[in-house]
C-alpha cells in the first residue's frame, strides 16, 4: 500500500510541474485545421538533470565510459542516441499529438508546419526500487510551410516527464520515447483547445 501512495505522489507531482505556455502569436488562425508538416530539431540542445551539458559533450564522456569497458559499444551508443530519435521519439509524439489535436500528421502539402525543437533532455534511471522517468523541455513553432520565417505562434513546453514502467524500466530510451509520448498529448492537446 505504501508503495502505491508513493507511486501515486511522484505521478501526481510530475503531472503538476508539466506545462505548456503561449509565448508568441495565436492559435486561432488554425481553426478547421486538418493537417500539419512536422520537423524535430535537436540543435544546441543540454543532455543531463543535475548538470545539463551541451549534447556534443555529453556523448563524447558517454562514448569515453563506454569504450574503457567495453570497447566499440561507444561508437554504437552513439549511433543508437541519434537513431531512436526516428525510431521512437518522433513516431511516439507523432502518435499522440495526432490522437489529441484530431489532426494528420506528417502531411508535406499542409499549409502549416508544427518545428519541435528539444532544448532539453533527461534519460533518467532506474536503480531497483526507485527510478526517475525521462524528460523533455523544449519550444513548438507553428509556421508558415511556403514561408517558415512566418511564425504563427511559438509555444514553451517544460518538464514533460515520462512514466516510469514497474517493474524494471532499464532502458533511456524507453524513459525518453515515453517524454516524447506525453509531450506530443500535451502539446496536441493545447493546439486542439487553443485553435477552437
Do not use: C
Not at 499549409?111 to 523541455?137: C, M, N, R, S
Amino acid at each position: 500500500m505504501r508503495n502505491v501512495l508513493l507511486l501515486l505522489f511522484f505521478t501526481s507531482q510530475s503531472l503538476l510541474a508539466q506545462s505548456v505556455k503561449l509565448l508568441d502569436g495565436s492559435l486561432e488562425s488554425l481553426k478547421g485545421q486538418k493537417s500539419y508538416n512536422i520537423i524535430f530539431r535537436y540543435d544546441s540542445m543540454l543532455v543531463g538533470m543535475a548538470d545539463p551539458k551541451p549534447e556534443k559533450v555529453f556523448l563524447l564522456e558517454v562514448k569515453k565510459r563506454w569504450e574503457e569497458r567495453e570497447p566499440g559499444r561507444g561508437s554504437d551508443f552513439i549511433q543508437e542516441w541519434f537513431e531512436d530519435r526516428k525510431l521512437l521519439y518522433e513516431p511516439s509524439f507523432i502518435q499522440n499529438f495526432k490522437q489529441y489535436a484530431k489532426v494528420e500528421l506528417p502531411d508535406p502539402q499542409a499549409a502549416y508546419t508544427l518545428i519541435v525543437k528539444t532544448k532539453h533532455t533527461e534519460g533518467g534511471w532506474f536503480g531497483g526500487v526507485l527510478a526517475h522517468p525521462g524528460q523533455i523541455d523544449g519550444e513548438l513553432r507553428i509556421v508558415e510551410s511556403a514561408d517558415q520565417s512566418k511564425v504563427v505562434a511559438r509555444i514553451a513546453f517544460y518538464k514533460f516527464t515520462g512514466k516510469i514502467q514497474y517493474p524494471g524500466d532499464f532502458e533511456m530510451t524507453t524513459r525518453i520515447q515515453s517524454a516524447y509520448a506525453i509531450a506530443g498529448k500535451g502539446l496536441g492537446d493545447f493546439v486542439k483547445r487553443k485553435s477552437k
